[in-house]
């Protein structure tokens, strides 16, 4: 098989004094998401996709948070590892469609600086990297400013 399609999915709580981080870039906001990482959901999202076309798993068998060595890690480098996995197997990265669900902050200003640093990282070009947002119209936890989304679909080709 030549071609292969993973999806992925991820949710993080927002609080104030945490840093926002979506896509690799650090966006202003009065509230951060939490996790063992820096809780990016888009770069995680994006992981789990890629590990899902291949096969292998999903990101909290790769870089458990019950393993230190991942506390407060930039997603940037789970990313670039996550990359290097699908090499191993044979795979090289095609395309990625996201999806991030959030009320606040408006990202729209962020996006070719969040294209710029994942086409970086997979070795894509900023057309391959697409990047959209909505809200929930004020519903659920993530209309709340509770907490955020991240949807993402991937494409793998063999190499």
């Not at 994006?46 to 506390?71: E, N, V």
């Not at 996550?82 to 095609?94: A, D, F, H, P, Q």
């Not at 809200?135 to 209309?143: A, I, K, N």
Request: proline share 2%; with cysteine; aromatic share 6%.
């Amino acid at each position: 098989m030549s071609f292969r399609i993973g999806q992925g999915v991820d949710f993080h709580q927002l609080a104030e004094g945490r840093e926002l981080w979506l896509g690799g870039v650090k966006i202003e906001h009065s509230k951060g998401a939490v996790g063992h990482s820096d809780a990016d959901v888009l770069l995680h999202a994006i992981c789990d996709a890629m590990l899902g076309a291949a096969c292998l798993g999903d990101i909290g068998t790769h870089f458990p948070d019950t393993d230190s060595q991942y506390k407060n890690i930039d997603s940037k480098i789970l990313l670039k590892q996550t990359v290097n996995l699908i090499g191993k197997e044979g795979y090289s990265l095609v395309n990625i469609d996201s999806t991030l669900c959030l009320e606040k902050p408006k990202i729209k200003s962020y996006v070719p600086q969040m294209q710029e640093a994942i086409a970086t990282i997979c070795g894509l070009t900023t057309r391959d990297v697409s990047i959209k947002a909505t809200t929930t119209e004020r519903m659920g936890f993530v209309g709340r400013e509770e907490g955020l989304v991240a949807y993402a679909s991937v494409l793998l080709q063999r190499i």
